[in-house]
């Protein structure tokens, strides 16, 4: 048996403690779930766990079979929301690297490594370059490296923020073999379904400690309340914010019109349809099935063939699903909400960058967007996910598109944060703009969207208003049934 106890750890960031007093005690035997908004220290407590940050104050013991083990960061295995993999290289020299055996010559993986990779089912990626493959992919490749460690702890962080549900549960089945192999296996994930589903006990952090501790009757209800006690969420703009579907003057005209469009490397085919303004459009499918290609191409981030007409010349903005390609970790908060400003927005009379106008942008934009940060001027990498969610859809707004994309705009954000970046989306298209949103989770459809398209197989399978669905579980009905197959050609 493996046994990890944090005694009373602090850690501070200048003025703010990020840790106050934690402890806590973990088995193996079970996979323990740590939920918490963002900025409550789950990050913090995640680096301190694998030793890329030090306690200013506590202990942190790791136990195998009684005895215990010294510097037990060397014991500890990090999957990571964010991909840490090395995309010029293949699957199976990424599975070597740290198991090289020798200075020189070719990288040799380790014998174990056909069986991890087909127990996670991307066996025939093993020789693909992994900036070829996608985020689903690389996700899995991450948590291969990890289960390869010979490690006594697995840190879970947002794991299957990237995956299908049947990936997700195939990853699942993987987390609870571990469990049954005597490791402590921790999950760290907003999706309160996950906890209900394959934890037995989840901690609530808040405030830098273990607040609450829920076993037994695990359920999304007492999270979400232990979640928000003591939270008054502001929403962003509620007050320029009708109710969806409402325009002030009831009109919508085309701001985007695909005809027989087609992903050329076929991940999509013949895809028609029509982007109205003032409105929330999602598309949603399962990975492979070209919604997320989609997506780029009307991003105007993938190439495709076909007619891409924007009738009075709509800019657009677009905002992958990586926030490792949306914010600048190297610049504060400020530069990062005018870091997609031109010229005219950021210089001065003289033509030279006006240090006025940067600082105005940021100190504005934290109001706007309701940035919980310091000030303007604080790294953007000192921020929560949710907040640094905020501040690339924020910098994605300022730069004044006419159609928004951005792909899973709530990934990895914590409740109250999905109400602000929600509300942002529904703010700017009430402004008679246009919004597309790549969605993989049909919550997020309801709360956020007004129409959603499903594609199945490169095609659309089905186009539905949200309003007409009733609810969430019809609603929910609807895409899975259209997520199977393309409707019938004509």
């Not at 106050?20 to 323990?32: Q, V, Y």
């Not at 979640?227 to 914010?241: E, F, I, N, Y």
């Not at 013949?270 to 919604?291: D, I, P, R, Y």
Request: with cysteine.
């Amino acid at each position: 048996m493996t046994s990890l106890v944090v005694s009373d750890v602090r850690k501070r960031y200048g003025a703010t403690r990020a840790l106050d007093g934690l402890s806590l005690a973990i088995e193996s035997g079970s996979i323990t779930g740590i939920a918490g908004p963002n900025g409550a220290g789950k990050s913090t407590l995640m680096r301190m766990l694998a030793g890329e940050e030090t306690a200013d104050s506590g202990d942190i013991t790791l136990t195998r079979d009684g005895a215990r083990l010294d510097e037990p960061w060397r014991y500890v295995a990090v999957v990571h929301q964010e991909p840490q993999v090395w995309p010029n290289m293949t699957v199976r020299e990424n599975l070597a690297v740290g198991r090289e055996r020798s200075w020189f010559g070719r990288m040799e993986p380790a014998k174990d490594t056909a069986t991890v990779l087909a127990s996670l089912g991307i066996g025939q990626y093993a020789d693909y370059q992994l900036a070829d493959l996608s985020l689903a992919v690389q996700q899995r490749v991450e948590i291969a490296r990890a289960i390869m460690c010979d490690a006594e702890v697995f840190l879970f962080d947002e794991p299957n923020s990237a995956l299908t549900e049947n990936e997700s549960e195939a990853l699942f089945a993987t987390m609870t073999e571990l469990t049954a192999k005597g490791k402590v296996v921790i999950l760290i994930t907003h999706r309160l379904n996950d906890f209900v589903r394959y934890c037995r006990r989840v901690l609530v952090l808040r405030d830098g400690q273990i607040r609450h501790e829920i076993t037994g009757d695990v359920s999304e209800a007492r999270i979400a309340d232990e979640l928000t006690v003591g939270l008054s969420v502001k929403r962003v703009a509620a007050d320029a914010v009708p109710a969806k579907g409402a325009q002030p003057d009831g009109r919508h005209t085309v701001a985007l019109r695909l005809e027989n469009c087609c992903d050329r490397q076929k991940k999509f085919e013949k895809v028609s349809f029509e982007l109205a303004t003032g409105k929330v459009l999602a598309l949603s499918g399962v990975e492979g099935s070209g919604a997320r290609e989609l997506a780029q191409v009307i991003g105007q981030f993938r190439p495709a063939n076909g007619t891409i007409a924007t009738p009075n010349g709509e800019n657009v903005a677009y905002l992958a699903a990586s926030r490792r390609q949306t914010i600048f970790h190297n610049l504060s908060v400020g530069e990062n909400l005018a870091a997609r400003l031109g010229y005219r927005q950021l210089n001065g009379a003289a033509g030279l960058l006006s240090p006025a106008r940067l600082s105005a942008i940021g100190f504005g934009g934290l109001g706007r967007y309701n940035v919980k940060a310091q000030n303007h001027m604080a790294p953007i990498t000192s921020l929560s996910g949710g907040n640094q969610q905020k501040v690339a859809l924020g910098a994605a707004i300022e730069s004044d598109p006419d159609i928004l994309v951005v792909e899973e705009p709530t990934r990895g954000v914590d409740v109250a944060s999905k109400r602000d970046i929600y509300a942002m989306i529904r703010s700017f298209a009430r402004t008679g703009r246009a919004v597309v949103l790549l969605c993989t989770e049909v919550p997020e459809i309801f709360e956020a969207a007004d129409e959603v398209v499903v594609l199945a197989k490169g095609a659309i399978s089905g186009r539905l208003e949200i309003t007409t669905a009733g609810d969430l579980p019809r609603l929910a009905d609807w895409i899975a049934e259209r997520e199977v197959s393309p409707l019938p050609s004509p």
